[in-house]
């Protein structure tokens, strides 16, 4: 009893299918069908869609399903490659769909530098050939390191010769590929972890022109740390304006002194109308109020010992002096927001570009706020830190 009843759901299941597909057929080439043609290819799945209506039997929905492929045959045009092209629709429709999610859900993003460290991580290094302590692990460690996103690069030279030199890394949209670097003539091809981005693997390496190896010497040996890759969130904007303390991601378009074609990641400050002021305790002062570590979003970036000077990549405040805060060294009394503006801060006070060397920037910049990171498996791993 439970096998004709599954026939008879199969049954009816694809002649509820072949009804939809040669619908669709019909009516995409209903300019194309004699007028009769049009008629028997609808008298025919309307025959079949009462059929199912009324629960007919199974020998009956075979019959009226056979009557609707005699029709479709009889009268529907063929095209040519007819899997070709529903492989091509249906990858069409996907991309539409991924086009969709990107432009008003979610986008992904890559942390292009290490201003935001250590809440976001951009692309880090280390050259071994200056550390021969550290040796890549084995086993299941170098399974867990390639999750952690941690790649090796390693260069051997294959003859006698200087570095006579080094081309521009081969990219691909956002990616660099690979790398040839010319040692005693020979060419050496230096091939980059896929999900570094635009890193110049060579520099960071410490290779340079004029630089001489045997055969078989190590030339270039970095163990490479993937940034941080996350999705950006899109579409709470669309209802609310951002708040302070949340990380955003915006375009640098029309920001005067950098590239206007990228994408920056920093944490809002300031808005519209707001007066900002850098203290000399490394804490932000808005409208004569100073920030600390209970405002929202400022929890580990107000979180650093005041005792300790400001390191490179951990908390320590905003700090404010001539090579770093450009603009509030010269208005040390503070910089008001042009209204429908906004300021931006990098958590990484002392390596970071940001509103206090180029000012406010549009608030249409805004694309949206950091949402989720992805890749890599990493303590960072999962929805938004503070």
């Not at 069409?92 to 993003?109: E, G, K």
């Amino acid at each position: 009893m439970f096998f004709l009843r599954w026939l008879l759901f199969r049954s009816v299941r694809e002649a509820h299918n072949l009804c939809r597909h040669v619908d669709r057929l019909t009516h995409a080439q209903a300019d194309l069908l004699p007028p009769e043609g049009l008629e028997a290819l609808r008298r025919a799945t309307r025959k079949l869609r009462e059929a199912l209506q009324t629960g007919a039997a199974r020998a009956v929905l075979r019959e009226r399903s056979e009557e609707v492929e005699q029709a479709a045959h009889r009268w529907l045009i063929r095209y040519p490659y007819p899997r070709l092209r529903e492989n091509f629709e249906v990858m069409l429709v996907a991309l539409a769909v991924a086009m969709a999610i990107r432009t008003f859900f979610l986008q992904p993003f890559k942390i292009p530098t290490g201003s935001m460290q250590p809440t976001l991580f951009g692309v880090t290094s280390l050259n071994l050939l200056q550390h021969p302590e550290v040796r890549p692990p084995t086993g299941w460690k170098r399974v867990k390191e390639w999750f952690a996103g941690v790649s090796y690069v390693k260069l051997v030279a294959k003859a006698d010769g200087p570095i006579q030199r080094v081309d521009p890394p081969l990219r691909l949209l956002f990616f660099n590929l690979k790398q040839t670097l010319w040692i005693g003539g020979v060419p050496h091809t230096l091939w980059f972890p896929p999900d570094t981005g635009q890193v110049d693997i060579a520099t960071r390496g410490g290779v340079r022109p004029g630089q001489f190896f045997r055969k078989g010497d190590v030339v270039l040996f970095v163990r490479v740390q993937s940034g941080d890759h996350l999705f950006v969130d899109r579409m709470t904007y669309n209802f609310r304006p951002p708040r302070r303390g949340e990380i955003i991601v915006f375009e640098t378009a029309g920001i005067a002194g950098l590239p206007q074609d990228q994408y920056y990641i920093k944490r809002l400050v300031a808005l519209g109308g707001e007066r900002v002021q850098i203290g000399a305790d490394r804490h932000l002062v808005i409208n004569g109020r100073r920030l600390n570590h209970l405002v929202p979003g400022f929890e580990l970036v107000y979180s650093f010992d005041p005792a300790e000077p400001p390191r490179d990549s951990r908390y320590s405040g905003h700090v404010n002096h001539p090579q770093l805060a450009e603009l509030f060294y010269t208005h040390p009394e503070g910089v008001t927001v042009p209204p429908r503006h906004y300021m931006v801060m990098g958590d990484n006070t002392l390596n970071s570009l940001d509103s206090r060397n180029w000012g406010a920037f549009p608030a249409r910049n805004v694309i949206g706020r950091y949402w989720f990171v992805y890749w890599p498996i990493t303590e960072r791993f999962g929805w938004a830190p503070k």
